[in-house]
């Protein structure tokens, strides 16, 4: 079974940074897209950023020029650089990968228990 175990969440003031962790465990044959969801209090989950296996990035409209989204393959991580935070962006933030445990299996759609951001106006 694989898990995500997020890290780096926590309070921050207005035009600060944070840095997002996510590192997949157990049976891994290969993972896709790796991508970071937030859902803030009241409102739908909504992607953040993704990568794909081959570095391709794709992000959301509300946080170009501040995040950035990179990728270890070696150590199946996933990382979100956070900068000029805004209160905004105050929100539980996911991590999500397409994995798939072996050669013969399909690959799973798995999540991680979230991580708490929030910015301080």
């Known amino acids: 079974q694989v898990q995500l175990v997020e890290s780096g969440g926590g309070l921050v003031q207005a035009g600060g940074s944070l840095r997002l962790s996510c590192a997949a465990s157990?049976?891994?044959?290969?993972?896709?897209?790796m991508g970071w969801y937030r859902q803030a209090p009241g409102k739908q989950r909504e992607l953040v950023a993704s990568?794909?296996?081959?570095?391709?990035?794709t992000y959301a409209d509300s946080v170009k020029g501040r995040f950035t989204i990179s990728r270890d393959n070696a150590k199946n991580t996933v990382y979100l650089e956070m900068n000029s935070l805004k209160p905004e962006d105050t929100a539980v933030y996911y991590c999500?990968?397409?994995?798939?445990?072996?050669?013969?299996?399909?690959?799973?759609?798995?999540w991680g228990q979230g991580t708490q951001v929030t910015v301080s106006s």
């Open positions: 999500n990968a397409d994995v798939q445990a072996a050669w013969y299996t399909r690959p799973t759609d798995t």
């Open positions: 157990g049976s891994i044959f290969r993972i896709n897209h």
């Open positions: 990568t794909t296996s081959g570095g391709s990035r």
